[in-house]
C-alpha cells in the first residue's frame, strides 16, 4: 500500500499571504488528522476528518481550517499567514477500528517570510 | 487537559548498554499510550501501543498507572536504535493524539 502523500513538500509564502496543504491518506483509511511540529511547541494537534466532518479540533485559531472530500483526501487551509505559522505541517491517517494508529506523511514544511 | 512529560530532551548511551526512555502523563481516566519513533530521514512512525503489549525492535513499554507512566525501555541499545523518540496518549473518546516534545537517542559505538 501507498502511504500518506503529502503535497508540496516545501512552501515560502510572505505574511499576509493564504496557502492550501493537500494530504491523500492511505488506502481505505477514512481518518486524516493534521499535526503541526514547531521546534518550540513539538508536535500540535490541528484537526480530524472523518467521512468529511470535522470530529476534533485543536487549539488553533479560525485562521486554520481543513476539509475532507469523499475519497477521504484532506485539505488545510491557513489565511493570512504570520510569521509564527512557519512550521512542519503533518498529515496522518488512521482506520477506526480496533487496532487504532496513525500513519503520518513526510510533511509539508511552510516558511513564511 | 491531558499532558505528556518527556523529561529528557537528549540521552545518550553505548551500544550494548541498556536504555530507558521516560515518558509521564497527567490525565485520570484510562487513556491509551503510544510510543513514535523519528529515525534521520524518515516520516514519524509507530514503534509500539501499550495496550497490545509487544516488543517491537527489542523495546517494550509498560503502562504504570499508579505513577502514571510509560517508559520505553531496551536492555540492548544499537547503533540503529539512534533517533527521535516520542511518547503520546489518546483518550478513548477521540481520535487525536497528545504528544510529548521527544528524546533524541543517540547511541555511540
Known amino acids: 500500500k501507498a502511504g500518506v502523500t503529502q503535497t508540496p513538500r516545501y512552501l515560502i509564502k510572505t505574511r499576509g499571504q493564504q496557502v492550501t496543504l493537500s494530504c491523500s491518506p492511505i488506502s481505505g483509511h477514512r481518518s486524516v488528522s493534521w499535526y503541526q511540529q514547531t521546534p518550540g511547541q513539538g508536535l500540535q494537534f490541528l484537526f480530524e476528518?472523518?467521512?468529511?466532518?470535522?470530529?476534533n479540533k485543536g487549539n488553533f485559531p479560525g485562521r486554520f481550517s481543513g476539509r475532507q472530500f469523499s475519497n477521504s483526501r484532506s485539505e488545510m487551509n491557513v489565511s493570512t499567514l504570520e510569521l509564527g505559522d512557519s512550521a512542519l505541517y503533518l498529515c496522518?491517517?488512521?482506520?477506526?477500528?480496533?487496532?487504532?494508529?496513525?500513519?503520518f506523511g513526510n510533511g509539508t514544511r511552510l516558511t513564511v517570510t | 487537559a491531558q499532558r505528556v512529560t518527556q523529561p529528557e530532551k537528549l540521552l545518550s548511551v553505548f551500544k550494548g548498554a541498556p536504555v530507558e526512555l521516560k515518558c509521564n502523563y497527567s490525565y485520570s481516566g484510562s487513556p491509551e499510550l503510544f510510543w513514535y519513533v523519528q529515525y534521520s530521514r524518515q516520516r514519524l512512525q509507530l514503534l509500539l501501543r501499550h495496550i497490545s503489549r509487544e516488543s517491537i525492535k527489542g523495546f517494550t513499554a509498560d503502562l504504570n498507572k499508579g505513577e502514571t507512566s510509560f517508559h520505553l525501555k531496551k536492555p540492548f541499545a544499537q547503533e540503529e536504535d539512534s533517533a527521535m523518540y516520542y511518547c503520546?496518549?489518546?483518550?478513548?473518546?477521540?481520535?487525536?493524539?497528545?504528544f510529548g516534545k521527544g528524546t533524541l537517542l543517540t547511541v555511540n559505538p
Open positions: 496522518a491517517s488512521s482506520t477506526t477500528g480496533g487496532y487504532w494508529a496513525l500513519h
Open positions: 503520546a496518549l489518546r483518550l478513548m473518546s477521540n481520535y487525536k493524539l497528545t
Open positions: 476528518y472523518f467521512s468529511e466532518t470535522q470530529r
